[in-house]
């Protein structure tokens, strides 16, 4: 049974950065394919980044540059380091797998944390 904990939301200044945590359990790396998502209020689901079971990772566009995803080496965590935060990026963040190739599709990912949320304000 996969299981997921997201950690480390809160809120910080335009240009600030934070590390979002994703706990794990249950999930088999080289079988998984792990993705971030994002939901702003009023607003659907949004892809953010995701992780494949073969170690690719993939951006939207909206992030790319300022966002890094990554799997921690000794535990099963997967991170979401994001810098030079904006306002835009202000949503309730949640960390998502699924078996096999990933997808920024959120409706086609299994398992889902319950969220952290980042607030960008000044």
């Known amino acids: 049974q996969v299981q997921l904990v997201e950690s480390g939301g809160g809120s910080v200044l335009p240009g600030g950065s934070l590390r979002l945590s994703c706990a794990a359990s249950?999930?088999?790396?080289?079988?998984?394919?792990m993705g971030w998502f994002r939901q702003a209020a009023g607003k659907q689901r949004e892809w953010v980044s995701s992780r494949s079971s073969g170690g690719s990772k993939t951006y939207a566009d909206s992030v790319k540059g300022r966002f890094t995803i990554s799997k921690a080496n000794a535990t099963n965590a997967l991170y979401l380091q994001m810098n030079n935060l904006k306002p835009d990026d202000t949503a309730m963040y949640s960390c998502?797998?699924?078996?096999?190739?990933?997808?920024?599709?959120?409706?086609?990912?299994?398992?889902w944390g319950p969220g952290t949320q980042v607030t960008v304000s000044s």
């Open positions: 249950g999930v088999s790396w080289r079988l998984h394919c």
């Open positions: 998502a797998a699924r078996p096999g190739s990933c997808t920024n599709d959120p409706t086609r990912y299994t398992d």
